[in-house]
């Protein structure tokens, strides 16, 4: 079964750089969701997207900007990195329609230097 | 401020043990609580998942208990493995439906001995 696609898998970045990850949800989900996890940490939640718009919004930085295209793929925009935005960031994607829980990409490890 | 609260932060069980993990929530509207398993470098997988509407949901070695009255709820794993080594994450959210995000615990490493 298709699951969630992210990339690039691995990035490294320096200071003041910016980056820009990608995640393709499963087939027919509707909804994504991108968290950032750091070293020893549990998953926080950045922001979410259903149907193309802007759902809810956790501790993101202004830094940050996200949207989902039309083709539900969404993108992570990261401006001015810092070094503490060194971590694992992961996609999860769900369904509205269906009711399925959310399913988590590899993520993708950004490593800030 | 830890809205979902895990413990321990870790666990070491011989290979055909229990492992035994435990949550706690604040905010009486999350009614969709998640496990989610992650080995080192691999994003979380869902483990299993209940509702504030039953009490106990197994599925194979693995077990949630629920108790709505105390806003705990606890995984059990019976039968432990090497390969369940990895570190698990309790989860709530409001409801199971789009755009509801996890809230997730501080994470248990499980290590089972063989």
């Known amino acids: 079964a298709a699951g969630v696609i992210q990339s690039p898998r691995h990035l490294i970045k320096e200071k003041r750089e910016t980056a820009t990850l990608k995640c393709y949800p499963i087939?027919?989900?509707?909804?994504v969701y991108w968290y950032q996890q750091g070293p020893g940490q549990d998953p926080q939640f950045l922001i979410s997207?259903?149907?193309?718009?802007?759902?809810d919004k956790g501790s993101i930085p202004d830094r940050f900007s996200a949207q989902q295209f039309s083709d539900y793929h969404s993108e992570l925009n990261m401006s001015s990195l810092e070094l503490g935005d060194s971590a694992l960031y992961f996609c999860?994607?769900?369904?509205?329609?269906?009711?399925?829980?959310?399913?988590f990409g590899q993520g993708t490890r950004l490593t800030v230097v | 401020q830890q809205q979902v609260k895990q413990s321990p932060q870790s666990l070491i069980v011989q290979k055909g043990g229990i492992s035994i993990i435990n949550c706690a929530y604040e905010?009486?509207?999350?009614?969709?609580f998640p496990w989610y398993q992650q080995f080192p470098g691999k994003g979380p997988a869902l483990l299993i998942a209940?509702?504030?509407?039953?009490s106990e949901k197994k599925e194979g070695r693995f077990t949630i208990s629920f108790n709505k009255s105390a806003k705990q709820f606890s995984l059990h794993i019976m039968d432990s493995q090497p390969g369940d080594s990895a570190t698990y994450f309790c989860?709530?959210?409001?409801?199971?439906?789009?755009?509801?995000?996890?809230?997730f615990g501080g994470g248990t490493r499980v290590l089972v001995k063989p």
């Open positions: 209940i509702r504030p509407d039953v």
């Open positions: 905010n009486t509207a999350f009614d969709y």
């Open positions: 997207f259903y149907e193309k718009m802007q759902s």
């Open positions: 087939p027919r989900h509707d909804t």
């Open positions: 999860a994607s769900s369904s509205d329609r269906i009711g399925t829980e959310a399913f």
């Open positions: 989860a709530a959210s409001r409801s199971i439906a789009a755009g509801n995000k996890l809230t």
